[in-house]
């Protein structure tokens, strides 16, 4: 195999299959991404046997051919070489190394014959549908935050994608908890997608297929059985198992009773949860919120630190409270609020409470209270 291939493209390839790889591996061949040098493209490939990332990139080829290289390393070389330089590959067969030269710098590094190299099959994948790259942002972004990484409840640990019913009207809806916080957000669903079943996308998947799509716009094809998904988009290929398990039954969480509706600025609270949290007690990270009339005051006490008080304006006539968050939690929601203003849907200080998005019809979110 012997090609030439401009840095910067090479370079954004790898760094869209490099991270899938693992640090540390107990099988050698999954520390190496597979190199596939044919028709004018470098493919490459990488996995670690749940998920795979495939990635092409326009190349000068001389010789076709196949190897498999140290990922992280190949990375790390190719990053520190000059902005706009031509990086050429050379593996030749009696050596079983690649070498990599650009300008003067040289380099040699073992590979592994490509025959090793597992490929993971994506099977039958009936159900098939489109969806644009924003709204699949939004439906990461808005719930991957609530992702449980307690892995003894293994069916919580990602985000579960399932067509619903509102009112009649189908929708798309994501959903994500991990028993302290839910983030439940909704989105029409495409017409090829009515029939799928409901699917559970582990937490490593979401975060890869996030990054994917960082700069991207355009549509991302989505085709999944019950046991694997698949995302395509651009030069791009991301498969993936899913999470074998049966995702709770999340409506009995949201509450329907509460009764007491606070509505205040969104980044103004969330910028004084942050000032008032700073003391609190590391483990619970917990912080008092009393409400009274159009007014809420926030507390914080730490073992040793001391304490700390701050009150904001805000919109509520429903008698004086106290309840109690885990500040961290409150901030992650709080984040996601891109209007105005954030409606905090309350019952009593011992009962789950509701957030909604002032310009987001489509985005709920569960916070459980605790005590303080």
């Known amino acids: 195999m012997k090609l030439t291939i401009e840095r910067s493209a090479f370079l954004s390839s790898l760094n869209h299959v490099q991270s899938v790889v693992e640090r540390r591996n107990t099988i050698p061949i999954l520390s190496n ?11 490459l490939t990488a996995t670690d046997l749940d998920i795979a990332i495939s990635d092409k990139v326009a190349a000068d080829i001389t010789t076709e051919g196949s190897i498999t290289a140290p990922a992280h390393l190949l ?20 050596d079983g190394r690649i070498a990599i030269r650009c ?7 073992s590979c592994l014959p490509q025959d090793d190299f ?16 924003s709204v699949l942002k939004r439906l990461i972004d808005k719930t991957r935050f609530a992702i449980s990484t307690e892995e003894t409840r293994y069916y919580l640990n990602g985000i579960y994608l399932h067509a619903a019913d509102i009112d009649g009207v189908p929708v798309l809806r994501a959903v994500a908890t991990d028993g302290h916080r839910l983030a439940r ?24 297929i996030r990054k994917l799509i960082d700069d991207m716009d355009g549509d991302v ?25 049966t995702f709770p039954d999340y409506e009995r969480v949201i509450p329907a009773g509460n009764d007491k509706v606070l509505e ?75 209007g105005e203003n954030a409606h905090f849907v309350l019952a009593d200080a011992g009962s789950p409470t509701i957030v909604k998005d002032s310009a987001d019809d489509g985005a709920l979110y569960v916070l459980m209270p605790m005590r303080v």
């Open 33 to 43: 991404i597979l190199l596939n040098a044919r028709d004018g493209y470098l493919g």
């Open 75 to 94: 990375y790390d070389i190719i990053r520190k070489l000059p902005e706009g330089s031509q990086v050429e590959l050379d593996y030749k067969s009696d």
């Open 103 to 109: 300008g003067h710098s040289q380099f040699a590094l």
């Open 118 to 133: 597992p490929i993971m099959e994506s099977g039958e994948l009936p159900h098939n549908f489109t969806l644009s790259t």
């Open 185 to 208: 957000v909704e989105t029409p669903i495409p017409s090829d997608a009515q029939g799928m079943p409901g699917i559970i996308i582990p937490r490593k998947a979401v975060n890869e």
């Open 221 to 245: 094809a989505i085709s999944l059985s019950d046991t694997k998904i698949c995302f395509s988009f651009a030069d791009s290929l991301l498969t993936s198992k899913l999470i074998d398990g």
């Open 264 to 338: 205040l600025d969104g980044k103004s609270f969330a910028q004084a949860v942050d000032r008032v949290s700073t003391v609190s007690t590391e483990k619970t990270r917990a912080i008092k919120l009393t409400l009274s009339n159009d007014r809420i005051t926030l507390s914080a006490t730490g073992s040793d630190a001391g304490s700390a008080t701050e009150e904001i304006t805000a919109t509520y006539t429903s008698g004086d409270m106290e309840i109690g968050f885990n500040s961290k939690y409150l901030l992650d929601i709080t984040g996601q609020i891109e």
